[in-house]
T-cell receptor
Framework: DAGVTQSPTHLIKTRGQQVTLRCSPK?????VSWYQQALGQGPQFIFQ???????QRGNFPDRFSGHQFPNYSSELNVNALLLGDSALYLC???????????FGQGTRLTVV | GESVGLHLPTLSVQEGDNSIINCAYS??????FIWYKQESGKGPQFIID?????DKRQGQRVTVLLNKTVKHLSLQIAATQPGDSAVYFC???????????FGKGITLSVRP
């Protein structure tokens, strides 16, 4: 059983560009959350998707958007990239209701 | 506001000794707490969790203690091994499927 998979693993973008990151949740999971982890910091919640809708959102600007597909996979889109968007982007999946969230290995985004 | 913090940025222990990692949280509404381990280049890995109606939970070589009176969480690792070297995060959440709020993390270094 594959866990949470994210693609790509590494990405380099230029300031002002747009980027799309992808996540496939653990089999059987229906909820996907995205986190941004700056170097040396703990992950910061971006948003969560359930039933193809954004259910919760953290303190991130509208440049950060997402989508969840019928198969529960998800995308994170960031527009007008800033140097400060450089970070490890983590996807976590869970099953609705109380329980642990499983994280993917992350996508390392570098904005130059 | 919500915050999860760790008292020490690094912890160095001798192989075979017990490790104790502490965490303070400030959101009294949090009802679920998790410890994650993150190795270099990987996403956070679930270690152990505890709900607010408990004050202690044991796993294999790990124990989590929760003191709601002083809003304190700790992770105890018995017979620490080199493979335990990683960054450890405590995280809290309020309500099922709510966002996880992470602290900054503490690095555990195991001396041979």
């Amino acid at each position: 059983d594959a866990g949470v998979t994210q693609s790509p693993t590494h990405l380099i973008k230029t300031r002002g560009q747009q980027v799309t990151l992808r996540c496939s949740p653990k089999s059987g999971h229906d909820t996907v959350s995205w986190y941004q982890q700056a170097l040396g910091q703990g992950p910061q919640f971006i948003f969560q998707y359930y039933e193809e809708e954004e259910r919760q959102r953290g303190n991130f600007p509208d440049r950060f958007s997402g989508h969840q597909f019928p198969n529960y996979s998800s995308e994170l889109n960031v527009n007008a990239l800033l140097l400060g968007d450089s970070a490890l982007y983590l996807c976590a999946s869970s099953l609705v209701g109380p329980g642990e969230a499983f994280f993917g290995q992350g996508t390392r985004l570098t904005v130059v | 506001g919500e915050s999860v913090g760790l008292h020490l940025p690094t912890l160095s222990v001798q192989e075979g000794d017990n490790s104790i990692i502490n965490c303070a949280y400030s959101n009294s509404a949090s009802d679920y707490f998790i410890w994650y381990k993150q190795e270099s280049g990987k996403g956070p890995q679930f270690i152990i969790d505890i709900r607010s109606n408990m004050d202690k939970r044991q796993g294999q070589r790990v124990t989590v203690l929760l003191n709601k009176t002083v809003k304190h969480l700790s992770l105890q690792i018995a017979a620490t091994q080199p493979g335990d070297s990683a960054v450890y995060f405590c995280a809290e959440t309020a309500g099922a499927n709510s966002k996880l709020t992470f602290g900054k993390g503490i690095t555990l270094s195991v001396r041979p």
